[in-house]
């Protein structure tokens, strides 16, 4: 297939010839309106769409997304039958082919990345730190310093330096050097998993080119996006029993963009990032909801309890996997990162040394650091509960769930390490005497050690509880505000975050997570004589109640998520044209990263059929936040430990010197913990993108 | 005895500015009720110079300017519409409902000053001849609208088909389909339970439901609207949108802004859908004007749109851009009511009604823009039961059938094209809670 690199400007032109392809073919073929079709009863409905999506990203990285996707939907209404009074089911079929991986193969496909250096600020140059390729770094096999050599440097053969990409390079920094002694730099493959399998985590991200290209078409069926049965059962009083089973999407909540409650299904940030419609990125799961309908009473104007069992196996919500053009925090490449350092070694940048003058490039070993393996449970058994209800004109819920962490957690400290500070064939007896002999330091022997960046994913278990009310408040005082209200609150307990200063590299927090929202219909006559303005702005904040940062006296460790945090939305939207020409611009702000996003957007209904929708997803602010790196970390006593601390390696150094011990966080850096910090806007600066949708709706 | 005649003379005085205040001075009587229900029983509006029948159009319009809708007669002058007139009929509404009516009689309701009703149980809440000079008439007609046996005690309109055109060309735009359920909550004359239901903590007067079905983009969008029974309490109304799947509560701005696109707001559903206090009432005149009732299975019907399985069809639309209903034109006696509402950021001056006195049905308005200037005309045709579907025989139900919303400043219109069906089991009460709205979402 021929490949076309499409950068810049030739990705609008290429949006813009597309989509005008896509209206002439269909203007051609004489598409007449077409509704939806039904029976002549009525009781089977089909429609759907089609539709084409082109997003083009500034900064050079050219075209992200060419998506063709069909989607139909049907319904059918049995009516009344047996002990139900109405049974109907429902069903949304959904095809996607995004074409980005062949259009712009060379970024995002079978001939992305490419070689890549490893700095080293310990070892400045005229021209900058020195910059070694992959494999050969200053830190390597052959160290004359270390017992036998040490153990390492990695098979260049088997893990070569081609189909490689910096993490973090889209967000600017040519090197994550230059201060802080010299950030952590780490390098994933990306190229599809069954053109490069390194760093492919199995059973959680390992697409291979077909599974980027057609998402739905993947192991777990998603080309079914909903497929649910519906029954409800009367009661003589009134009441009613609503089973609704089957692969579904279950709505709480009442936020837009950022979810409080609305936690039930997971969602696939591999789409747009944070910027697709919940519609479109839930994850819909196999659940059986049980509903009891009361209806108005005796205190409630409307009251319904609902159960929930999530059936279908445990389906974490998706980053995006290493290289695609979506992986929300950039997840996905530090994952895939790890998981190439744990299955082949790697090269990490400014690692050895230990010094605040600068530190070298380093070539770890195969199962020495990374990410093992990830422990996806089968997570059948996830129960909701939720009570809701209208009380004198408040609408209110109060939830319960029961669930796993759709994140992943990386865990330390199980995955059995090797010492790569030990060479190769060297026996216990012939170590020197202040090393612990025993399995942990024989090189090749794994042995599990404490703050070592040796990962396993896991998806621990959260009970979350919440509660959420919707009020209407026309005058407050003299003032009219004439606005309506949302609230949402859920407390999480089980939750797990990154924690330098822990062992195991993380630790639970108790969570409270908040919002308030704000509406308002206002008239700007000068704008819009005749329609109003919708103004929706939220407050979000989140607070971890056990949230654990410590100041060592050269910097701080822990938790590199803010204790709390806040998240500003702003929507403002009109309509022309009766409400065939929508402009909107949706505006979000992250307080503590000074990260923030503008997405203007204007929408073109040109008739029941035919919507265009032109928008563009820009990015401000200060972008990438720096944290402890863990580089000052002890995992390998004493070689581990900064230089000068316990005397030269490999002298004997007496105990404290030959226990593990945490970061101290000598070193900070955007990799790999500056994420969290980030979060999800600052660490996607480089996804400026302008945007273009040609629907075809029948 | 001083104390005493001093107390008599200010009870009395009491009594009087109460009277004055309220204006239940008048004491209403079965006379008044029966007048109230069938005007025509003995008389038939005239007009110089108009016969039953006639066509009236840009040639004769201004001899008619007098019988029509402000609104209408710019339209006719235009030469927008041709408006086919008919023999003027009684429409008797349910016997239910004028009984309740009758009852009434020896304990009837009163406005207080509040401006709203008490001692209201059922029927027309003020069945007296309102005179121009009351300054409460028109908020009593107001009360009779809203108390109006608009729909029975409930009813499902479905479908509802609503197009959206441009005036100048006839160029349709979009075409919805809806269906919507009312369902009264206190106040029933005819379905069980009455006069009100039993579990009804809110003190709910009245609820509407709306579903979206097509186009595609709007689909499973629906609507839920709470009017309270204190007419000083606000609505409430919540929104599914379908693309969202969730309930969005809506301010009270989105009720006077364009539904969906539409020419309508929703405070223009049912040609008026909000609360009595919304608005200033004031009676401007009691005269004859021509208002659209029609014999929906005598009328030519619609051929382009789809009969429904049992055989009913639509009524049709024609003159300019296919913005107006093909249906006759009845002159009838008529409250012409100038309303205006309260709220400044309100998008009408006012609104000229012109109220049906028999039925309280508003078939034709005019609605002005905060610059004074005619906005928009809304036309709700009015269809005889008897000679509508086969369900609504013998509902005592003015049936509205279709509407024209016309935006004259945009030279835009839409219109809606009815199925109505006076039906207690198309709209349960569980439809009409929040989570009705979420039942229904799929």
Known sequence: MARQKLRGWGAVRHALSTAGVAALAWACVGIAPVQAWSTVDGTLEVHGFVDSTTHGRAHGLGLSKQRFRGQLEFSKNFGAAGIFSSLSAHGIVRAVYDGVYDLNSDTYGDEAGGQVMGASTGIPTPNGPLLTPWGSSPVTAGNPALPGGGGFGFDVAANPNTGLRKVGRELGASSNTGQFGGGLELFTPVRPCNVDPRGCIDGYLDFDEDDLRFPEFRDDHRWLREMYVDATIPFENGNELNFRVGRQQVVWGRTDLFRVLDQVNPIDFSVQN???????????????????????????????FQFLWNFEDFQPSVLGQGGQPYNILLAGDLFRALGNCWDNGCTVSNFAGLSPAGNLATDFPAHTLGIRQANVPDGNDQF????????????????????????????????????????RGIPAAALPPFLTVGPETVFGQ?????????????????????ASGDFYVDQLGSIPLKSVFRVEVAHTNGEEFPDTSKPGMYSTSRVMRWVVGWDRQTFFRTLNRNRAFLISAQVFGEHLLDHNLIETGTGSIGMPNWKDDFFLTLLLQTNYMNDRLNPRILTAYDVRAHAGVVGPQIEWLMSDNWQFILAANLKFGTARQVFDNNASANPYPPFTLPAGTCGPVPSANPPPCNAP??????????????????????????EDELQLMVRFRF | ????????????????????????????????????FFPYESWTPEFPGYTAGMAIDQTNVEQFKEILDPGMYEHIKAGRYVMQTTQTESLALHQNYIEATRKAVASPPQLNANGTVDNFVAGRPFPEEPDVADPNAGVKIAWNFKYGYNWGDNAAVCPMYWKLRDMRTGNLERTMRFCIHFLNMKHRVNQEPLPEFKDNPGNLYRAIYLIVNEPFDLSNTQLLMHRYEDDLKRDDAWLYLGFQRRVRRLATGQTTDAFLGTDMMIEDFESYNARVSDYDWKLVATKNVLLPFHHHNGLSLATDMPTMPDGFKFVDFGGQGNCFPKSTWQLRKVYVIEAAPKEPGHPLSKRIMNIDAQTFTIPQQSMFDRKGELWKTLTNTQAYPDDHHPKNKGSGVSINDGFASIDVQAQHCTTGQFQGLVDPSLSPPSLFTVQGLRTKAH
């Open chain 1, 274 to 304: 944070i910027y697709e419609e919940f519609e479109d990125s839930r994850i819909p799961l196999g659940i059986l909801s049980a509903e009891y309908r009361m209806g108005a009473t005796a205190m409630f104007d409307d009251l319904n």
């Open chain 1, 384 to 423: 909701g509960m939720r009570l809701e209800g209208v009380f004198k004109s408040v609408g209110f819920s109060v939830n319960a769930l029961y669930f796993y962490q759709q994140l992943p957690s990386l865990h330390a400290f199980q995955p059995p390490a090797v010492n790569p500070f030990v060479g």
């Open chain 1, 446 to 466: 794994e042995f599990p050690r404490s703050y070592l960046p040796a990962f396993d994913i896991e998806f621990p278990r959260v009970l979350l509880v919440g």
């Open chain 1, 661 to 686: 011990t945490s970061s101290i966080g000598l070193f900070r850096g955007y990799e790999p913990l500056g994420r969290f910090r980030s979060g999800p806007i600052g660490m996607a600066q480089h």
């Open chain 2, 1 to 36: 005895m001083k104390t005493s005649a001093f107390r008599i003379v200010k009870s009395f005085l009491g009594v009087c500015t109460l009277a004055i205040c309220t204006g239940t001075a008048g004491a209403v009587t079965i006379e008044d009720v029966e007048r109230s």
